[in-house]
């Protein structure tokens, strides 16, 4: 998801009875479904894991704005412009409003997007694939965000208050995003030339397998997840979202016209689900380690907007410096 | 030239020119100084592509009232793919972003034009004019708000944010006499109570950006110096024809396709 | 971005109702944090005005005083209209 692989410090859970009496009480008011709030007590693993995930999710959004500005100057009319710019200045807000609720725990914004710009933390996989035609911008919206509003309406119920509520304003945002994906694709099925109709089904090859690896490893293969799941920072398996996203995508890529590059999907009558064919996981591991097509660039791009707007951030704060002297004298 | 020509031509001049700043605009999503900023120039440009889309869209509408020769265009036929020539946009506008300060430097001295030159218009005898100005005004009266507070920030921050402000007033105006510039299109509408009076607003934004320059201690270079022009002729500096290369290359890849 | 300060966002959504905090913005000064604020919150007309206060300017009651702060209020039910009936031909009041 737009945090793939998050490691909470801890292979196995600790019982009830093994906890220290605040552990208790934390665990107690998580499984009661309270929210955890800022300044409660909170084990250092918990906040630690939060921050990891809610900055890898924050990264994800900022750098995801990247594959869709390198379409937004050549969008081809009025309407898909507007559009286009109002979902990736979406993402900016998503992506702030998420550094916002990791502030809350006590981490800085500029320190964390530090650790992204080493490539100490990451950002979702996903973004690391280029967008090639104008079609991409339609599969974007409607695969990628699709899949990350699955696992975002499952963590609107996530235990930390400030990430729940970031969630719940997110996914109310979010909702036009993949609406307005799937149809750009749905006009260029219906409306388009052959030529437009083979730059979809070649957008969705593309994308397709990426979308699927976005829930990240095999339950079996994420080792942190049962922590995970018992803060309640994570909602829902990876196996489980990524078989809830196939189910409710296979149909409207039916719709479309379209197929998928996996010959294995079909629908499975007895588990009233569909099976689907293995992720390439050698490819998966590589772009999170940094060898996708797009890795360097993504990041070149993010570091220097930040390196070269150090003479903008420090005007601002002289000015303000000085009018604060300035207000201070009359 | 009939009240009907001159009027499209006026309204293509006003859609282009947002609409060329919008795309510019676009261009440093991803690349701004703070996440923050990303928003902001983000709400900007959406509302100028809005207002280009607006003008345009009545445009479309006078050229095929009229029949002029535009007739049965759509504004995205006239945004889309108009070639250099026909575009109609203030040569600032089409300037490359250049560094945060150059990027300013041109919208602050295009807003205070544009502010006031939607508020001359909000009272226009044209209705659709008129309301089309009037929507616009309150989004650019925040543009205006907004890149002067840069101005001053960068004005009166630092050192190096000093010279690097200096240096793009003084590379930008060159390009501002030309919003000015009177010809038969602007006298015609301005008789008819249609369009602006251009020597009025050339006294209202000297007054604005000599206070606001002085204030953000910057030196304000002088209105007699030589200006560049040509815009309203269609004569472009080389600039615009890869911004549009860019911006039209879909609608001119696949011709007639609908997306 | 170390130096700009952190900002609590409080957006009143509509006239007659009360501010709201909706989370938080960046900025060199109290004016740019206001037009941060207004760019990042409310995009889709969700205000009419807008609060901003540096975080470190908030003081906060403790959660481990909650119940000491609201626990006393619970067993005070005569503070609420609800607690109090009246005979029916009395009518609304």
């Not at chain 1, 809350?104 to 933390?121: F, I, M």
């Not at chain 2, 902001?40 to 002029?68: C, P, Y």
């Not at chain 2, 369009?195 to 910057?218: K, M």
């Amino acid at each position: 998801m737009y945090a793939q692989l998050v490691d909470t410090g801890a292979k196995r859970l600790k019982t009830l009875e093994e906890m220290s009496p605040e552990e208790r009480a934390f665990q107690e008011k998580i499984d009661a479904e309270i929210k955890i709030e800022p300044k409660n007590w909170m084990p250092e693993g918990y906040r630690r894991t939060l921050i990891r995930q809610i900055s890898q999710h924050a990264h994800s959004e900022i750098v995801g704005m990247l594959p869709e500005k390198n379409w937004l100057t050549r969008a081809p009319n009025f309407k898909r412009k507007l559009q286009l710019l109002a979902k990736i200045q979406d993402e900016g807000g998503h992506g702030l409003y998420l550094y916002s609720a990791m502030e809350t725990l006590g981490a800085d914004r500029d320190e964390e997007v530090a650790k992204l710009h080493s490539g100490e933390v990451k950002y979702s996989s996903i973004f690391n694939y280029p967008a090639l035609s104008w079609a991409d911008m339609g599969t974007i919206g409607w695969l990628v965000d699709g899949a990350a509003i699955v696992n975002q309406v499952v963590l609107q119920r996530t235990s930390y208050g400030p990430y729940s509520r970031a969630m719940i304003r997110i996914c109310k945002e979010e909702s036009f995003h993949q609406r307005q994906g799937y149809q750009i694709l749905l006009h260029m099925m219906q409306n388009g030339t052959d030529e437009q109709k083979a730059m979809v089904q070649d957008s969705i090859n593309r994308f397709w397998w990426p979308a699927m690896m976005m829930f990240g490893p095999h339950d079996s293969d994420s080792p942190n997840s049962a922590q995970s799941m018992a803060w309640k920072i994570k909602r829902m398996s990876n196996d489980d979202l990524r078989q809830r996203f196939i189910d409710q995508t296979v149909p409207q890529l039916e719709f479309l016209g379209c197929t998928a590059p996996d010959p294995e999907l079909k629908w499975n009558e007895t588990r009233g689900h569909y099976d689907f064919g293995e992720i390439d996981w050698t490819e998966f591991y590589d772009v999170v380690k940094g060898n996708g097509p797009c890795n360097r660039d993504r990041l070149r791009t993010r570091r220097k907007a930040i390196e070269e707007g150090t003479w903008v951030r420090e005007a601002a704060s002289a000015y303000a410096a000085k009018q604060k002297q300035k207000n201070a004298a009359a | 030239m009939n009240q009907n020509q001159a009027l499209f031509e006026y309204l293509l001049r006003l859609g282009d020119s947002d609409m060329i700043l919008g795309q510019r605009l676009c261009e440093w999503v991803g690349n701004a100084p703070a996440l923050e900023e990303e928003m902001a120039i983000g709400n900007v440009a959406l509302d100028l592509i809005g207002q280009a889309r607006s003008w345009l869209t009545l445009a479309a509408e006078v050229a095929s009232a009229a029949e002029l020769e535009a007739a049965g265009r759509s504004a995205d036929d006239l945004a889309f793919t108009r070639d250099e020539r026909a575009y109609r946009n203030l040569l600032i506008v089409e300037q490359a972003n250049g560094n945060f300060a150059d990027t300013m430097a041109r919208q602050y001295l295009f807003d205070v034009w544009h502010y006031h030159l939607l508020s001359a218009l909000s009272g226009s005898a044209d209705e659709r004019v008129a309301a089309i100005a009037a929507k616009g005004l309150k989004e650019v009266t925040y543009h205006l708000r907004r890149s002067s507070a840069w101005i001053k920030r960068l004005g009166d921050g630092t050192e190096e944010s000093h010279a690097r402000m200096q240096d793009a007033i003084d590379e930008i105006w060159t390009y501002s006499g030309e919003m000015f510039i009177a010809d038969e299109v602007d006298n015609l509408l301005a008789v008819a109570g249609i369009g602006a009076d251009l020597n009025r607003l050339r006294s209202l934004w000297q007054a604005d950006v000599q206070a606001l320059l002085a204030e953000a201690t910057l030196n304000c270079p002088s209105m007699d110096e030589y200006m560049q022009r040509g815009s309203k002729q269609g004569l472009h500096t080389e600039q615009l024809g890869f911004l549009l290369a860019e911006m039209q290359f879909l609608p001119r890849a696949y011709p007639g396709a609908s997306w | 971005m170390s130096d700009w300060t952190l900002f609590e966002v409080f957006v009143r959504s509509k006239h007659g109702l009360n501010h709201k905090h909706v989370g938080s913005v960046h900025a060199a000064d109290a004016a740019m944090a206001l037009e941060n604020a207004r760019e990042l919150y409310t995009r889709r007309s969700e205000g009419v005005s807008i609060w901003v206060v540096p975080s470190a300017a908030i003081t906060a009651s403790s959660p481990d005083e909650k119940e000491p702060l609201f626990d006393p209020s619970d067993d005070k039910v005569y503070r609420h209209a609800t607690f109090y009936d009246l005979p029916k031909e009395v009518g609304h009041m």
